[in-house]
């Protein structure tokens, strides 16, 4: 935290707000105008497991492939406009993520321009029954079950781990930093307390830098993606504008957007964003500080700008979550659609028939769920009885231990087209896919027993 | 007077396990105190019987015009668990702005309210 006084304000973009996210997005943020950071966010809960899974088959793999293309489309602002990149990219393999970078870079004949920052440390897996031994239960959250139930079938486990590291790479003079399970926040408050030099207890202004980070973290769901309010007056969503930070060094900043691109920030649009998977709104707890989203204030400031201040936090506390997956079992889930008249009542027999065969079979699931698209999947009961609906969508899933018995549930759907209620169509995709179940198991754990390191090369 | 929530505010909602939240904020500064007053916990929980299995969370922002809604039993499970089509949560915002208020006529003149359209 050496860089004090450099900048009057600095730029944080917003590139990316999960695996598979649009992929234009990274490129027309370093060229639309003038940023100093460009963040991309890559991980959601299950997204660990996923890449623990592909770095099984292969050592090399195991990080967000997708962020090497998004570096290869920006190496040569990066050199040129001098932006810096910071991302969680790396999965469960950030060193070999960061081999891919200067690979991409050598080929381009810029690896002279990129020096990339590697934080690990946040990989628990190695060490799970050490910790395990020595008393951290790593009790589910949710349930208050100790980890011990399913610690056999546990696929990777990784502590959140928040700015310190990434504020040291970008110390060191790293101009591309590879986190693994980062917060998706530390990503944007990391490189503004860099820039200002914010100490570890100043806590207002840390949660702001976290409060920015929230508003950001999901990219174009503050700048008019996904926005309810006046939804159909947001201009130009084919050329959407994702959203950018400008902070100052008192903790207040503004979000904004380039100049000419569509989309709209506004009070509405980043109140809806404020509000998304909040929890208790006082305490949203990072490894960095609590943030009180209750002291939040917005202003309108000009044109696709609000300014936001006012922003209080509290000291961290001493645990860090730990994002653990296992295996879970299996699901399948499959689809049939029936026309008028009467959709919803062939719909409804073609449920009873099937539900019939499958206890003929005596196959037993933890969980069998039938839903009618087009009537009542999303709102249930509240959506009231439908009115003489063109068709409808049976869509049945079950979820059990046991593989066959998922596997007969999908040879029993197709059948229904020739042998169960009439005017059915929509199966030409074939029998569903039996997909085996990776859940989340959210813990805590002492902070001190996580050790982060910082390679700068 | 019935005001339906839908034209009295916007919503956006998401998951974390088998809890949706839904955050509800309203469409004019000045209907914020008709959500504090009117969107209760109770009201929110009858709303929702039958659709959920848990029990529902009340949390006010007044300097963002918004209650937060935490649903508890909401996803069947929740995450990858879950079969929902709505497995993330993501539209229970809309399932609650069809809640239908009961409000006196004196007090929904005075903030005019849109009455509700069925």
């Given at each position: 935290m050496n860089n004090r006084g450099a900048k009057e304000i600095?730029?944080?973009?917003?590139?990316?707000?999960?695996?598979?996210?649009?992929?234009?997005a990274p490129r027309r943020q370093v060229e639309g105008g003038d940023i100093d950071y460009l963040m991309l966010d890559y991980l959601a809960e299950v997204t660990m497991s996923i890449l623990q899974k592909q770095k099984e088959r292969d050592p090399k793999m195991g990080y967000a492939r997708d962020f090497i293309g998004a570096i290869e489309s920006i190496l040569p602002s990066i050199a040129k406009r001098g932006v810096r990149v910071i991302a969680n990219a790396g999965g469960v393999n950030p060193p070999a993520c960061a081999d891919a970078v200067r690979a991409v870079a050598e080929k381009a004949g810029a690896r002279k321009d990129i020096r990339v920052g590697v934080v690990t440390g946040d990989d628990l897996l190695p060490r799970l029954d050490e910790l395990l031994a020595s008393g951290h239960e790593l009790r589910n959250m949710d349930t208050g079950e100790p980890l011990a139930t399913v610690r056999d079938r546990v696929l990777s486990a990784n502590a959140y781990i928040g700015s310190v590291p990434i504020v040291e790479a970008l110390t060191r003079g790293a101009n591309v930093v590879i986190t693994g399970r980062s917060t998706d926040t530390a990503l944007t408050m990391a490189p503004i307390r860099f820039e200002f030099g914010w100490g570890t207890e100043e806590w207002d202004k840390l949660a702001a830098g976290i409060i920015a980070g929230h508003i950001i973290e999901c990219g174009a769901q503050c700048s008019g993606g996904n926005c309810l309010f006046d939804w159909r007056s947001i201009p130009d969503l084919a050329d959407v504008g994702y959203p950018i930070v400008e902070a100052h060094a008192d903790g207040t900043f503004e979000i904004t957007k380039h100049p000419g691109t569509g989309g709209r920030i506004s009070v509405p649009t980043i109140t809806e964003q404020l509000v998304y998977e909040m929890g208790d709104p006082h305490s949203y707890i990072t490894p960095d500080v609590i943030a009180d989203f209750t002291s939040i204030q917005l202003a309108p400031a000009g044109p696709d700008r609000v300014r936001v201040y006012g922003i209080h936090g509290r000291p961290a506390t001493d645990k860090l979550k730990v994002s653990i997956a296992y295996r879970a079992g299996f699901k399948a889930v499959g689809t049939l659609v029936y026309s008028w008249p009467d959709a919803l009542d062939k719909a409804r027999k073609a449920d009873e028939v099937l539900r019939a065969r499958l206890d003929h079979l005596g196959l037993k699931f933890d969980q069998l769920l039938t839903e009618y698209v087009g009537v009542s999947a999303t709102h249930g009961t509240l959506a009231g009885p439908p009115h003489d609906v063109p068709e409808v969508q049976l869509r049945v899933g079950v979820r059990s231990p046991d593989r066959a018995g998922v596997e007969r549930f999908t040879r029993e759907l197709a059948p229904l087209v020739l042998n169960g209620p009439p005017s059915v169509t929509g199966f030409a995709g074939g029998r569903p896919k039996v997909e085996e179940i990776v859940a989340y198991w959210p813990a805590l754990i002492d902070k001190r027993v996580v050790q982060t390191t910082v390679e700068v090369s | 007077?019935?005001?339906?929530?839908?034209?009295?505010?916007?919503?956006?909602?998401?998951?974390?396990?088998?809890t949706a939240n839904v955050g509800v904020i309203a469409l004019r500064p000045e209907w914020y105190p008709l959500l504090?007053?009117?969107?209760?916990?109770?009201?929110?929980?009858?709303?929702?019987?039958?659709?959920?299995t848990g029990d529902v969370e009340r949390y006010e922002l007044p300097n963002l015009k918004a209650l937060n809604f935490l649903l508890h039993g909401a996803l069947d499970g929740g995450g990858t668990l879950s079969?929902?089509?709505?497995?993330?949560?993501?539209?229970?915002?809309?399932?609650?702005?069809?809640?239908?208020?009961?409000?006196?006529?004196?007090?929904?003149?005075?903030?005019?309210?849109?009455?509700?359209?069925a």
């Open positions: 600095v730029k944080v973009a917003a590139g990316q707000g999960f695996w598979g996210d649009w992929l234009e | 007077m019935r005001v339906q929530l839908v034209d009295v505010a916007h919503a956006r909602s998401g998951d974390k396990g088998d504090e007053k009117y969107v209760t916990r109770d009201r929110v929980r009858e709303h929702f019987r039958g659709v959920i079969l929902k089509t709505d497995a993330q949560g993501k539209v229970f915002s809309t399932a609650l702005l069809r809640l239908v208020l009961d409000i006196p006529d004196a007090e929904a003149r005075q903030l005019g309210l849109p009455q509700a359209r």
